[in-house]
């Protein structure tokens, strides 16, 4: 079993960090090298890698930093999304060994066209594909490429627990219940994360148990969803409609 920690970054990232013993660890996505290096010199740790899930700066930025003061700190990360500074590029299919856990790298492109998740030991670090009640936006990778993703997701054991890269679980609650307003599921999770937030506490990691019962994105096939998403449609319908209505009596 690995022992893993948060550290905050910028506003609502976290930089996951993996143990098995005291003194050696890998990060997850450090898009920032300063709060690594004071959680490494406060605990007396060695980098040993730096795990990447995309390529953009909030998840790559503290990389460069790192190999400075880690000169022979592993940097593995996607193939297919630019990385500086990557040792090992890894994709679809591949295995790799955190101190003594295997880990599968999984190709789940949408949120870029590249994307990467880890997993193994009943964890998955994925970093802006799946968060808790949403989901990455499309940056790079098409609607149909994060729909096959996150179903894809979807299939990992419901005790997983997913390590996803930013604390954005209470606006994506919001949005979930504009979505789902009579899911009693997502009802209590949200009265669980006020309580958590309230007390200065993070929502992460989260299960895909949970994600399943509460995440509109994984829940396409529910009927309150689909109403939602179909009358958000007619009132975009009728506002182009109205829209046109106006120009074509100008020109009249
Ligand atoms: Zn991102
Ligand atoms: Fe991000």
């Not at 880890?118 to 989901?135: M, P, Q, V």
């Amino acid at each position: 079993m690995l022992t893993i920690e948060s550290i905050p970054a910028f506003n609502d990232n976290y930089i996951w960090l993996i143990h098995k013993d005291a003194n050696h660890c890998v990060v997850v996505d450090p898009g920032d090298a300063t709060p690594v290096l004071t959680y490494l010199q406060t605990h007396d740790m060695t980098l040993d890698a730096i795990l990447i899930t995309h390529h953009h700066a909030d998840h790559i930025g503290g990389i460069s930093e790192l190999k400075r003061q880690f000169p022979r700190c592993h940097v593995i990360g996607p193939a297919q999304d630019p990385i500086p500074g990557l040792t090992q590029a890894v994709d679809e299919g591949d295995h790799i060994d955190i101190f003594g856990e295997s880990f599968e790298v999984w190709h789940i492109p949408g949120h870029t066209q590249g994307h990467i998740g880890y997993i193994g030991d009943n964890k998955l670090f994925c970093g802006d594909t799946l968060f808790s009640a949403g989901c990455g936006r499309l940056l790079g990778g098409t609607a149909e490429q994060l729909f096959t993703s996150l179903q894809r997701l979807a299939q990992l054991p419901d005790e997983t627990a997913v390590y996803c890269a930013h604390e954005y679980t209470s606006s994506n609650i919001a949005f979930a219940l504009a979505a789902e307003p009579d899911n009693i599921a997502l009802q209590t999770y949200r009265d669980e994360v006020n309580q958590l937030r309230a007390k200065g506490l993070g929502t992460i990691p989260t299960q895909i148990g949970t994600e399943k019962a509460v995440n509109p994105f994984l829940r396409c096939d529910q009927e309150e969803v689909r109403k939602s998403v179909t009358e958000h449609i007619h009132i975009e319908e009728n506002l182009e409609i109205f829209t046109q209505l106006r120009r074509w009596k100008d020109n009249f």
